[in-house]
Protein backbone atom coordinates (compact mmCIF):
# COMPACT_ATOMS: atom_id res chain seq x y z
CA UNK A 1 0.00 0.00 0.00
CA UNK A 2 0.85 3.52 -0.55
CA UNK A 3 -0.29 6.24 1.59
CA UNK A 4 0.01 9.99 0.14
CA UNK A 5 -0.26 13.11 2.49
CA UNK A 6 -1.08 16.32 0.84
CA UNK A 7 -0.53 19.95 1.58
CA UNK A 8 -0.02 23.43 0.30
CA UNK A 9 -3.44 24.32 -0.72
CA UNK A 10 -5.43 27.34 0.21
CA UNK A 11 -7.52 30.83 -0.74
CA UNK A 12 -5.34 32.96 -3.39
CA UNK A 13 -6.49 35.69 -5.50
CA UNK A 14 -6.69 35.96 -9.05
CA UNK A 15 -3.36 35.73 -10.42
CA UNK A 16 -1.61 34.76 -7.44
CA UNK A 17 0.33 31.58 -6.77
CA UNK A 18 0.25 28.44 -4.73
CA UNK A 19 2.69 25.22 -3.91
CA UNK A 20 1.18 21.96 -3.53
CA UNK A 21 3.14 19.34 -2.23
CA UNK A 22 2.58 15.26 -1.79
CA UNK A 23 4.79 12.85 0.62
CA UNK A 24 4.10 9.30 -0.71
CA UNK A 25 4.90 6.33 2.17
CA UNK A 26 4.31 2.47 2.94
CA UNK A 27 5.42 0.48 -0.47
CA UNK A 28 6.75 3.05 -2.32
CA UNK A 29 10.20 1.26 -4.05
CA UNK A 30 8.23 0.78 -7.53
CA UNK A 31 6.24 3.91 -7.50
CA UNK A 32 6.70 5.15 -11.49
CA UNK A 33 4.07 8.14 -12.09
CA UNK A 34 3.43 10.90 -9.24
CA UNK A 35 0.91 13.41 -10.53
CA UNK A 36 -1.98 15.84 -9.04
CA UNK A 37 -5.67 15.36 -10.27
CA UNK A 38 -8.00 17.99 -9.80
CA UNK A 39 -12.36 18.03 -9.31
CA UNK A 40 -14.35 20.79 -9.21
CA UNK A 41 -17.94 20.52 -8.05
CA UNK A 42 -20.30 19.08 -10.52
CA UNK A 43 -17.22 18.06 -12.92
CA UNK A 44 -15.13 14.49 -13.26
CA UNK A 45 -11.79 14.34 -11.89
CA UNK A 46 -9.14 15.55 -14.37
CA UNK A 47 -5.53 15.52 -14.79
CA UNK A 48 -3.57 18.63 -14.04
CA UNK A 49 0.13 17.22 -14.80
CA UNK A 50 1.62 14.26 -14.04
CA UNK A 51 5.33 13.12 -13.84
CA UNK A 52 7.30 9.55 -15.20
CA UNK A 53 10.42 8.61 -14.08
CA UNK A 54 12.80 9.64 -14.29
CA UNK A 55 11.41 12.84 -15.44
CA UNK A 56 9.21 12.91 -18.12
CA UNK A 57 5.95 15.21 -17.35
CA UNK A 58 2.37 15.80 -18.67
CA UNK A 59 0.66 18.66 -18.30
CA UNK A 60 -3.20 19.80 -18.96
CA UNK A 61 -3.92 22.26 -21.63
CA UNK A 62 -5.43 24.04 -19.26
CA UNK A 63 -2.18 24.72 -17.10
CA UNK A 64 0.73 24.55 -19.34
CA UNK A 65 2.86 27.62 -19.09
CA UNK A 66 1.46 28.29 -15.40
CA UNK A 67 2.46 24.80 -13.72
CA UNK A 68 5.36 22.94 -13.05
CA UNK A 69 5.41 19.19 -11.56
CA UNK A 70 8.96 17.82 -9.56
CA UNK A 71 9.53 15.05 -7.85
CA UNK A 72 12.20 14.46 -5.63
CA UNK A 73 12.06 10.60 -4.52
CA UNK A 74 8.92 10.17 -3.25
CA UNK A 75 7.52 14.13 -2.76
CA UNK A 76 5.93 15.57 -5.37
CA UNK A 77 5.47 19.30 -6.08
CA UNK A 78 3.35 21.14 -8.16
CA UNK A 79 4.21 24.93 -8.21
CA UNK A 80 0.84 26.71 -9.63
CA UNK A 81 1.21 30.48 -11.04
CA UNK A 82 -0.86 33.06 -12.33
CA UNK A 83 -4.11 31.35 -11.38
CA UNK A 84 -7.87 31.73 -12.32
CA UNK A 85 -10.92 30.70 -10.85
CA UNK A 86 -11.14 28.13 -13.15
CA UNK A 87 -8.48 26.78 -11.15
CA UNK A 88 -10.86 26.58 -8.73
CA UNK A 89 -11.48 22.99 -7.17
CA UNK A 90 -10.28 20.23 -4.66
CA UNK A 91 -6.64 18.97 -5.91
CA UNK A 92 -5.64 15.34 -5.29
CA UNK A 93 -2.15 13.67 -5.25
CA UNK A 94 -1.76 10.32 -6.96
CA UNK A 95 0.67 7.30 -7.30
CA UNK A 96 0.99 4.74 -9.69
CA UNK A 97 2.87 1.33 -9.04
CA UNK A 98 2.28 -1.99 -10.43
CA UNK A 99 1.51 -4.61 -7.62
CA UNK A 100 3.08 -8.11 -7.49
CA UNK A 101 1.09 -9.32 -10.33
CA UNK A 102 2.25 -6.46 -12.74
CA UNK A 103 -1.50 -4.67 -12.70
CA UNK A 104 -0.48 -1.19 -12.06
CA UNK A 105 -2.75 0.28 -8.97
CA UNK A 106 -4.15 3.89 -8.49
CA UNK A 107 -3.56 5.12 -5.01
CA UNK A 108 -5.00 8.86 -3.95
CA UNK A 109 -4.61 11.43 -1.48
CA UNK A 110 -7.65 12.59 0.64
CA UNK A 111 -7.67 15.94 -1.56
CA UNK A 112 -6.91 19.67 -0.59
CA UNK A 113 -8.96 22.34 -1.65
CA UNK A 114 -7.97 25.20 -3.60
CA UNK A 115 -9.66 28.62 -4.23
CA UNK A 116 -8.67 31.45 -6.40
CA UNK A 117 -10.75 34.43 -5.85
CA UNK A 118 -12.10 36.82 -8.55
Known amino acids: QVQLVESGGGLVQSGGSLRLSCTAS????????MGWYRQAPGKQRELVAR?????TTNYADSVKGRCTISRDKNTVVLQMNSLKPEDTAVYYC??????????????WGQGTQVTVSS
Open 26 to 33: GSTFSIYR
Open 51 to 55: IDNPS
Open 94 to 107: NARRPDTSGIFRDF
